[in-house]
């Protein structure tokens, strides 16, 4: 199985970015789909954004459309969320996931997670 560490979260103004980090341990990071997820106070978690193995597929949620961008260095075993124009909304604890088996949204689907890192964006 895999273990995942993400890193990067932060206290930022409205308006400004953040770069995520997800460092993966255990077996071979490029064979596993990836996504980043958002759970805020008293809401359901939510998904945000996905990379397949390769990194030469993307989706994301469309309120993060065009502001966030996922990425993978597998050579580095390390996944990326990259997160600009943030809004106070964008408050969240953020996870990665990981998963073997479908390209998905759905965090049912993803057997392995991070701690989680908490990202809070003033106003």
């Known amino acids: 199985q895999v273990q995942l560490v993400e890193s990067g979260g932060d206290l930022v103004q409205a308006g400004g970015s953040l770069r995520l980090s997800c460092a993966a341990s255990?077996?071979?990071?490029?064979?596993?789909?990836m996504g980043w997820f958002r759970q805020a106070p008293g809401k359901e978690r939510e998904f945000v954004a996905r990379?397949?193995?390769?990194?030469?597929?993307?989706s994301y949620a469309g309120s993060v459309k065009g502001r966030f961008t996922i990425s993978r260095d597998n050579a580095k075993n390390t996944g990326y969320l990259q997160m600009d124009s943030l809004k106070p909304e964008d408050t969240a604890v953020y996870y990665c996931?990981?998963?073997?088996?479908?390209?998905?949204?759905?965090?049912?689907?993803?057997?392995?997670w991070g701690q989680g890192t908490q990202v809070t964006v003033s106003s």
């Open positions: 990379i397949n193995t390769r990194g030469t597929s993307t």
């Open positions: 255990g077996r071979t990071f490029s064979s596993y789909n």
């Open positions: 996931a990981a998963t073997l088996s479908i390209y998905t949204s759905q965090a049912r689907d993803y057997p392995y």
